[in-house]
């Protein structure tokens, strides 16, 4: 690798990229914040809500709960690394940040190691949030062996992705004697580091379209009612989103590789890469949770807004004229045998329609307001109260 670098590094110094070219837009400070910081935490919202459905609403927690909280975790290291090669030379050619290089390379293996670790843990959660809805059939034999196949694949690329040297060391620091044994993400190669990297990308793409084909036969069902189609919608939705980021990612990869020299400026070209794995990721986790909590948040909504029907009706008071009088007579008091008083039919209010006790026309609350009535005293002229 010494010879290689050195030789490399000798070729860019001899025609160094002009440093005033345009910057890239994915390499703006602003886009790299700007674009990573709101989905990661969108994507904690989601994991929020997906764990307070299975601990506190249905009581049921699983393994896939917790392999999405890792998942998250893990991908809150590799934004924070990400982030913070920034500050060291992650966005510049590397032929103008060689006194800083090791740093740069330090928190560049952070950042790739902790987001290897993450497309694995995140993918497991899935297959076995499949599990538990497939108790059997076909389907049920199609996760467990994908399963086993994602869980090898995984440990074998976060393997390379922690360990990439030995001592790991290596990986930042070149100066070592004797050198470090790098191999795949190590560099120890050019060539062999890119054809890591594309073979993780293509290979990660692969599965995340094979695990999202997998309950695409729902759609088929002669049962499925509107609302579960619009979340099924939904759900592929986020799942196309992610299978797309993966795919942009696999491209970028490809499209800084045309020649040694550019390939081996990553500085440069590697943050629009690490854009398209932090939205990977990201949509990966949303994916995971809507299905969780999405029942829950559909019926606390008729708690919300009104979906029942109500029944309005109105009835008309009796008016003076009506035959139907009431009156009764307190002629005979145990306290005042000279009580002549007696209560009459009240008179009629104008005639108005009410809605759960309120006035539909004036917006005031009947179940408080006084009512006037008319009283009429025996041989007394009536009088308002």
């Not at 060291?88 to 050619?93: A, E, K, L, R, S």
């Not at 590397?94 to 928190?107: A, D, K, V």
Request: glycine content about 4%; proline content about 5%.
């Amino acid at each position: 690798m010494a010879d290689e670098f050195t030789t490399i590094i000798g070729g860019m110094m001899q025609s160094p990229p002009n440093p005033n070219e345009p910057i890239p837009f994915t390499n703006h400070l602003g886009t790299m914040y700007g674009v990573s910081i709101p989905f990661h935490v969108l994507s904690w919202i989601f994991v929020a809500f997906r764990l307070h459905t299975r601990l506190r609403v249905v009581r049921e927690p699983g393994l896939d709960d917790l392999f999405v909280v890792l998942a998250a975790l893990f991908n809150l290291v590799s934004l924070i690394t990400f982030l913070k090669s920034t500050k060291h030379g992650m966005g510049q050619h590397l032929i103008y940040i060689l006194p800083e290089l090791q740093q740069t390379m330090l928190w560049l293996y952070m950042t790739n190691a902790a987001y290897h670790t993450t497309t694995a843990l995140i993918k497991v959660s899935l297959l076995l949030q499949y599990l538990r809805l497939f108790r059997e059939g076909s389907r049920r034999i199609v996760c467990i062996v994908l399963l086993l196949l994602v869980v090898s694949w995984g440990i074998a690329f976060s393997f390379m992705a922690w360990v990439p040297c030995f001592p790991v060391r290596g990986f930042w620091d070149r100066t070592l004697d004797p050198p470090a044994k790098c191999y795949g993400f190590g560099y120890r190669g050019v060539n062999e580091a890119k054809h890591t990297v594309l073979a993780f990308a293509a290979s990660n793409m692969t599965l995340d379209i094979a695990i999202l084909l997998i309950p695409l036969t729902e759609y088929f069902r002669q049962d499925l009612r509107r609302k579960q189609l619009f979340a099924m919608t939904g759900l592929f939705a986020l799942g196309l989103i992610v299978v797309l980021m993966a795919t942009f990612r696999l491209w970028s990869i490809f499209k800084h590789n045309q020649n040694l020299t550019q390939s081996f400026d990553f500085t440069w070209w590697y943050p629009e890469v690490l854009i398209f794995s932090c939205l990977e990721v990201d949509f990966a986790i949303m994916c995971a949770s809507v299905p969780i909590f999405w029942p829950t948040v559909v019926a606390s909504c008729s708690h919300i807004f009104v979906t029942s029907e109500v029944r309005i009706s109105h009835h008309q008071r009796l008016n003076n004229n009506s035959r139907d009088e009431f009156e009764m007579l307190r002629t005979h008091s145990m306290k005042s045998t000279a009580s002549t008083e007696g209560l009459n039919s009240t008179a009629s209010l104008e005639q108005k329609s009410f809605y759960n006790g309120y006035d539909t026309e004036t917006g005031r609350d009947r179940r408080i307001e006084t009512t006037k009535v008319q009283v009429q005293p025996y041989a007394q002229p009536p009088r308002t109260l």
